[in-house]
């Protein structure tokens, strides 16, 4: 199969979808790999890295997309990329759907066949290809929410772990998952006072039983959760509903109970956030406030530190990419039902009910999909 990896064009978006390992372990399997000129360069990957394993560089996103039975990239593709995807062509990547109808419609219309990263499964009842980079979301969260709290960025001018003698600052983190515990620990070790919030039960549990003495855990009714949110110095939102439009927990009307300058970090904002009021935001332009409260809605945080997140995130895809290129999409999917559970999109139907009832559309089971 041929491979292709474009370079990224969100904004001030550094990742690359494939690592100079990946290209390697492809290119190992008889595969050939394609690469746009400078792909890896943000993430401190040169064309050289990429030509030593024996990849092709070729000089345009165009080239990559015509050449390529399988796109593998990062993000989401914008509407450029959308229009270039071809009927039958593997597209391989973040899609985050159910807040998008307009990348959904195009993606729909392209007759390629999408798998999202968020979504493919684990024997665990985990998401593999999504836990990297909310390792590393949920690990820069209390970072940019202690910026946000600055008084110059319109903050309340309250440090995260107090002095001798003024008492630190008090974080609640709403979903206590993958995101929520990297935040509640890196919170914590930078002294503030934690508390995580999740409607998991044996979740909790297990926060407690690891983190008991780091931080607290409480029930997240929606009673509890405004309690929490009106002591609260940075309110950090990290639920999710895997693939579905995230809930909304704090409402506009809620903005005027909390504390002046808070700042709120919507880390759900590639699901649509779950505060009323967030809207995407990139890391050019990253706050904003709302009724004296600032937002901070970054929907590519991970893309800030891009060495680290390209290579956590090539480590996790690397073994689906292979498994993809080794036996096409239709035996991989149907030799691993947690691969199937990617597939969001597939020769023009929405094989992901969540999404589908995000948008109001109609949509097959990836068993379905197989068939086709
Ligand atoms: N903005 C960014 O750059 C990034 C965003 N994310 C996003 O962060 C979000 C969280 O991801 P993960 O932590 O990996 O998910 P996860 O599945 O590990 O954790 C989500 C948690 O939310 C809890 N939850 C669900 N509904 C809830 C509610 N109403 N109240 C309280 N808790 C609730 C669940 O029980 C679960 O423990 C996702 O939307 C993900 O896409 C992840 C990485 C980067
Ligand atoms: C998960 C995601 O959307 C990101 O890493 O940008
Ligand atoms: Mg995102």
Known sequence: MKLGCPKEIKPQEFRVG????????????????????????GAGFTDADYTAVGAKILGTAKEVFETADMIVKVKEPQ?????????????????????????????????????????????????????????????LAPQVGAWTL??????????????????????????????????????????????????????????DDVFGGTFKTSYASAGNTIELARQADMIVGAVLIPGAAAPKLISKAQLKDLKPGAALVDVAIDQGGCFETSKATTHQDPIYEVDGIMHYCVANMPGAVARTSTIALGNATMPF??????????????????????????????TYAAVGEALGLPSISGAEALKL
């Open 18 to 41: 494939m690592t100079p390992a990946a290209a390697q372990e492809a290119i190992g399997h008889g595969h050939e790999v394609v690469i746009e000129t400078n792909a890896g360069m």
């Open 79 to 139: 509407a450029v990329e959308r229009k270039m995807l071809r009927e039958g062509q593997i597209l391989f990547t973040y899609l985050h759907l159910a807040p998008d109808p307009e990348q959904t419609k195009d993606l729909l219309a392209s007759g390629a066949t999408c798998i999202a990263y968020e979504t493919v499964t684990d024997r665990m009842g985990g998401l593999p290809l999504l836990a990297p980079m909310s390792e590393v979301a949920g690990r």
């Open 150 to 207: 600055q008084k110059a960025n319109g903050g309340r001018g309250v440090l995260l772990g107090g002095v001798p003698g003024v008492g630190p600052a008090k974080v609640v983190v709403i979903g206590g998952g993958v995101v929520g515990t990297h935040a509640a620990k890196i919170a914590a070790g930078m002294g503030a006072d934690v508390t995580v919030l999740d409607r998991s039960i044996p979740r909790l549990r297990y926060l």
């Open 321 to 350: 990419m292979i498994a993809l290129a080794d036996k096409g999409w239709k035996q991989a999917c149907a030799d691993d039902p947690h691969l199937l559970n990617g597939l969001n999109v597939h020769a023009g139907q929405l």
